[in-house]
T-cell receptor, first 113, second 113 residues
Framework: QQQVKQSPQSLIVQKGGISIINCAYE??????FPWYQQFPGKGPALLIA?????SEKKEGRFTISFNKSAKQFSLHIMDSQPGDSATYFC????????????FGTGTRLTIIP | DAGITQSPRHKVTETGTPVTLRCHQT?????MYWYRQDPGHGLRLIHY???????DKGEVSDGYSVSRSKTEDFLLTLESATSSQTSVYFC????????????FGPGTRLTVL
């Protein structure tokens, strides 16, 4: 059962544009939503994370938008650069007790010049 | 990669043979995880450990076993490898029981012929 649905599977964006990746979850007990970035041949690395007490979190060019009522969250990459080309995974878990992370299926992002 | 090493990094084996993958950390983190990554499935949890000799199953544990005799080492064993276990395997570690931030190793690419 896929508890975190991620879309699109792949995305091509021109340099300088905005990349948007969306995730939807089912379990209302989830209260921690991280995004991981993975370059080819490397392990995923935590990029940015949000908790549901805020609707938006921004770190540099990366922003998470969170909609608790719709059970959706999204990653926005502003001024996308070729170096942002990677696979992005959303994830979700309950915050306390070191609950397991449930990952989305990933989005392969390609930034073209 | 946050003081995490995985060995071997690449392995080709034949169906029916036993295989052991090793994850070694230098961070003294309590929690350790084994994931497999397959196209279209994202990252799926195989087994995890919340301390020495304390392990539990993830969502895709059939055909896999784990052991953790020391804080720094977490072993994943395929008792009798099958072609469906061809995958990239990632180890991850976490130190916190709150908001499960995980750090991933570089991965092991396993091919079962």
């Amino acid at each position: 059962q896929q508890q975190v649905k991620q879309s699109p599977q792949s995305l091509i964006v021109q340099k300088g544009g905005i990349s948007i990746i969306n995730c939807a979850y089912e379990n209302t007990a989830f209260d921690y939503f991280p995004w991981y970035q993975q370059f080819p041949g490397k392990g995923p690395a935590l990029l940015i994370a949000i908790r549901p007490d805020v609707s938006e979190k921004k770190e540099g060019r990366f922003t998470i938008s969170f909609n608790k009522s719709a059970k959706q969250f999204s990653l926005h990459i502003m001024d996308s650069q070729p170096g942002d080309s990677a696979t992005y995974f959303c994830a979700a878990s309950k915050g306390f007790g070191n609950e397991k992370l449930t990952f989305g299926t990933g989005t392969r992002l390609t930034i073209i010049p | 990669d946050a003081g995490i090493t995985q060995s071997p990094r690449h392995k080709v084996t034949e169906t029916g043979t036993p295989v052991t993958l090793r994850c070694h950390q230098t961070e003294n983190h309590r929690y350790m995880y084994w994931y497999r990554q397959d196209p279209g499935h994202g990252l799926r949890l195989i087994h995890y450990s919340y301390g020495v000799k304390d392990t539990d199953k993830g969502e895709v544990s059939d055909g896999y076993s784990v052991s953790r005799s020391k804080t720094e080492d977490f072993l994943l064993t395929l008792e009798s490898a099958t072609s469906s276990q061809t995958s990239v395997y990632f180890c991850a570690i976490s130190w916190t029981t709150v908001y499960n931030e995980q750090f991933f190793g570089p991965g092991t690419r396993l091919t079962v012929l």
